[in-house]
């Protein structure tokens, strides 16, 4: 299916928020820090998406990678350490963040 929005924006998120944008639910082990609730940073207007992965005009021009079995990968959409907070729910515990994109019409 394809958005009817007009923008958008890639956010990094922790793997909780992945792991609800991917499964609409939370894995059994599932802990957050001090206030972080799931993407609750982001301010969505009516019928705003976020989607995991990002869009191809946003990917690095030297994104491709290859694995150890010499498949060519894209590694551009996952930071392996950050020291900055989810961008969606503002967890501040350093880690590994993903790519999401949000799909937005810009208010007029």
């Known amino acids: 299916m394809r958005s009817t929005k ?23 082990d599932f802990t957050m820090g001090v206030d ?3 993407l609750s ?25 290859l ?3 010499g498949e060519e990968q894209c590694n ?6 950050s020291t900055h907070p989810c961008d969606a729910c503002n967890d501040p515990y350093a880690g590994d963040r993903l790519a999401a994109t949000l799909w937005y019409t810009p208010e007029p």
């Open 36 to 38: 972080s609730v799931p």
């Open 6 to 28: 007009t923008e958008t924006m890639t956010l990094w998120v922790c793997f909780n928020c992945a792991n609800l944008l991917a499964n609409a639910e939370y894995p059994d």
């Open 76 to 81: 551009c959409e996952t930071i392996d350490f």
């Open 67 to 69: 694995t150890s079995d």
């Open 41 to 65: 940073a982001i301010d969505f207007a009516a019928g705003d998406e976020i989607t995991l992965g990002m869009m191809w005009e946003d990917h690095t021009s030297n994104c491709v990678a």
